[in-house]
Each structure stands twice: as C-alpha cells, then as structure tokens.
C-alpha cells in the first residue's frame, strides 16, 4: 500500500550542528510534499513544502531536497539550536486528492 | 491573529457517551479537515470538508461524525460505536479544496480524548 516512512526514528545531534531527517515516499504520482515540526503535545508546524517540479527548496536554516528517481525526500536544519527538538514529519499529496499520507515521524534531540 | 482554534485541548470521556470536538478556523478557508493520531503512528484522516454542508468520509470514520453548517465551523463528535477512541485529534485546513491546486495544511493545537 501507499506509505511515507522514515529511516531514523530518533536523531541526536549536537546544539551548532547541521542535522539531516530522511523520508522515502512510496508513490511515484505524488507532486507536493511537506516538512511539518511537531513539539511535544502541540499540533504540527509547517515548516517547507516542495512541489515535484523542483529538488530543492530553501528557507531560513533549513532546506528540502527531493528526490524524484529514488522517491527521497530530505530536510536539512542548518547550524540545529535546542529549540529545534521535536518530532518532524514529511507529508505527501496526489494531484487531484485529498489524501495527504503522513510519515510518523523522527525526533530531533539536540544536545547541549 | 488568524488561526485554527481546537477545545477542549484535554477531554476525559466515559465508555458509553458521546463527544464533540470544536475546530473553528478565521483564516477563510474553504477545505477542513480532522485527523487522527496514535503513537507511533502517521496522522489518519477521518473526514474532511471541502465546502459548507458537504463532507467525506476519510480513511477511519467509522465511530465518528461531522457537520459543516458554517464555513468557520468544523466540528467532530466521538460516538460510542467508536471502539478505540483514546487518541490526540487534529483539526486542519487548507485555502483550496482537495480536488484543487493542493496546498499547505495549517493545523489546530490538537484535543487529547481519553475513554475512562
């Protein structure tokens, strides 16, 4: 079935470092992903979106990259302070649906 | 400041009862949605709301209820029939519908329901 996943569960990094949250997409037909940051008992954050016509989008200290012809999708934190801990979770959407399908996300712990 | 406003954000619940979960929303948009979500688990959608007075079953309904008599409006109620319905519930909305240019999902801070 259709699924959105993500490599690490848990990603510890030290405060000042670039931190890099993997997720696989399972539909080829997707065209529209999303990055969201969750902290603890709050609802999501939109953090970056990317369309499927570009493989990089950029914000302020982070970044996505997606990857087309491995289904990859990426997002990098640069210069990771503690107030970026949290659970984040990519989201991907067929032309057309409703349906966005959800990963379940990885934690973000940042170190001092 | 506009936004999407959940309430109650806690709900205890005994087996056997109905609730109603509020999601208001200031932001003009057309497209509402709720989701369901579990440790461990991606969000799961429930129903959603493209315009007023029309709504669609999502992936796990069974168990709940909506209504969209207001375009700000968007609540969900809990019934009894729903067998596991301890969980974190997000509301969310987008500017266009779901058969339109999709767009960025804005989310409410969530209602934690527990069955006693």
């Known amino acids: 079935g259709e699924s959105v996943g993500l490599h690490l569960p848990t990603l510890s990094v030290q405060e000042g470092d670039n931190s890099i949250i993997n997720c696989a997409y399972s539909?080829?037909?997707?065209?529209?992903f999303i990055w969201y940051k969750q902290e603890s008992g709050k609802g999501p954050q939109f953090i970056i979106d990317?369309?499927?016509?570009?493989d990089k989008r950029q914000g302020q200290r982070v970044t996505v990259l997606l990857n087309k012809t491995v289904k990859h999708l990426s997002l990098q934190i640069a210069a990771t302070q503690p107030g970026d801990s949290a659970v984040y979770f990519c989201?991907?959407?067929?032309?057309?649906?409703?349906?966005?399908?959800f990963g379940t996300g990885t934690r973000l712990k940042v170190l001092a | 400041d506009g936004g999407i406003t959940q309430s109650p954000k806690y709900l205890f619940r005994k087996e056997g009862q109905n609730v109603t979960l509020s999601c208001e929303q200031n932001?003009?948009?057309?497209?509402m949605y709720w989701y369901r979500q579990d440790p461990g688990q991606g969000l799961r959608l429930i129903y959603y709301?493209?315009?007023?007075?029309?709504?669609q079953k999502g992936d796990i309904a069974e168990g709940y209820s909506v209504s969209r008599e207001k375009k700000e409006s968007f609540p969900l109620t809990v019934t009894s029939a729903q067998k596991n319905p301890t969980a974190f519930y997000l509301c969310?909305?987008?500017?266009?519908?779901?058969?339109?240019?999709?767009?960025?999902?804005?989310f409410g801070e969530g209602s934690r329901l527990t069955v006693l």
């Open positions: 539909n080829s037909a997707s065209d529209y």
């Open positions: 969310a909305s987008s500017l266009e519908g779901p058969l339109e240019n999709t767009g960025e999902l804005f």
């Open positions: 709301s493209q315009i007023v007075n029309d709504f």
């Open positions: 990317i369309r499927s016509n570009m």
């Open positions: 932001l003009n948009h057309d497209a």
């Open positions: 989201a991907e959407n067929m032309p057309g649906t409703y349906k966005y399908i």
